[in-house]
DNA sequence: AATTATGTTGCGGT
DNA sequence: AACCGCAACATAAT
């Protein structure tokens, strides 16, 4: 049996391309925007020709790009959301500059039919935005509208400020399982399903209890398990199952390999050795343990 | 071959 | 305020 699943970039997969795109981004000059799905794009290409990138980031599953100020007073930010299929792909001509191989079709000889914005930089290099489903964007901002964008936004997970007092008063709030609260971004950013699923497998807590339903030292496990994982698909870089995500140099990720309950169906949880269970939850694939997850 | 599942976010309605 | 259903879209699996 192959497993096809579609994966979006979560949080680790969002800072594996920020970190790379902060290692060859910064200093280089937009020559020309192309857009080639105006469906994607908020903003005019003319706001970012001859401009430099000064910085990258990431907040939740956003990547900020910041450019310089030399056209403009205020400070200028192409902000992007890469929701369920979207990359993004650096290369020097047609080549990827860390070596990386393309891991799926439409990662192959950029543009391609799935390119969806293309940027060329003065030095010749380019950053291509594929996204398949054409559910993610990219958007020109100023300050003000950035910040517009972050301002309903939970803590990180992986945010040294969030504590175990403040995820326990969140959850005291709710009533429906606990996983739909830990993949809530207005809670706590950064922990898509399989994250979630396998933060609550190595707490040993069932995704279905009630939210409210935790004690604190529960919350408190949750949130040590949560970082753990999460900090695990960063050093891996990511998730990557059937080429959906790749890295900025068309690579795939490692956390496949060493998850502990997503898409482990009828494997043996680590932690027992009980078959891991597939249903349905809140309209999303769950994958427990219903033995020591309680 | 038509139907269904997929996954994030934000919206409107309860 | 919390919760729920749905829409946005393309594609693979059944």
Redesign the pocket.
């Known amino acids: 049996m ?1 497993y ?5 970039p ?1 949080l680790p997969e969002v800072e594996t391309i920020t970190r790379r795109l902060s290692q060859v981004l910064p200093g280089k000059v937009v020559a020309a925007v192309d857009v080639h799905a105006e ?1 994607s794009f908020f903003g005019k290409p003319s706001q970012l020709v001859n401009r430099k990138i000064i910085t990258v980031s990431r907040r ?2 956003m990547l900020s790009i910041e450019l310089d100020s030399t056209h403009s007073d205020t400070q200028t930010f192409l902000l992007t ?1 890469l ?3 979207g990359q993004l792909i650096y290369v020097a001509g047609n080549e990827r500059v860390g070596g990386g191989h393309p891991t799926a079709d439409w990662t192959k000889d950029l543009p391609s ?2 390119t969806r914005i293309s940027y060329h930089f003065t030095d010749g290099t380019a950053l291509h935005f594929n996204d ?4 993610g964007w990219m958007k020109v901002l100023d300050n003000q509208q950035l910040q517009e ?1 972050y301002e ?1 936004l939970g803590p990180d997970i992986n945010d040294s400020a969030i504590t175990d007092t403040y995820l326990f008063a969140q959850f005291q ?4 399982p606990v996983k ?2 830990l ?1 809530d ?2 809670v706590v ?1 950064g922990v ?2 399989i994250y979630a699923c396998d933060a609550l497998n190595l707490a040993r807590i069932s995704p279905f209890r009630a ?1 409210n339903s935790l004690s604190f030292a529960e919350v408190s496990t949750l949130l040590a398990a949560s970082q753990e994982v999460i900090d695990r698909g960063i050093d891996l870089q990511g998730t990557t199952f059937d080429g959906k995500y790749v890295t900025v140099d068309g690579m795939a990720g490692g956390y496949q390999e060493k998850g502990l309950a997503y898409s482990r169906e009828g494997q043996p949880c680590y932690n027992c050795g009980s078959p891991i269970q597939k249903v ?1 939850l ?4 769950t994958y427990y343990c219903g033995v020591c997850q309680r």
């Open positions: 192959v096809t699943l579609p994966i979006m979560e469906k939740a599953k959301h929701k369920m299929t039919a799935h398949m489903r054409l559910f964008h309903k709030r709710r009533r429906v739909q609260v993949m971004p207005s950013c898509g399903n939210a349905k809140g309209g999303r694939g």
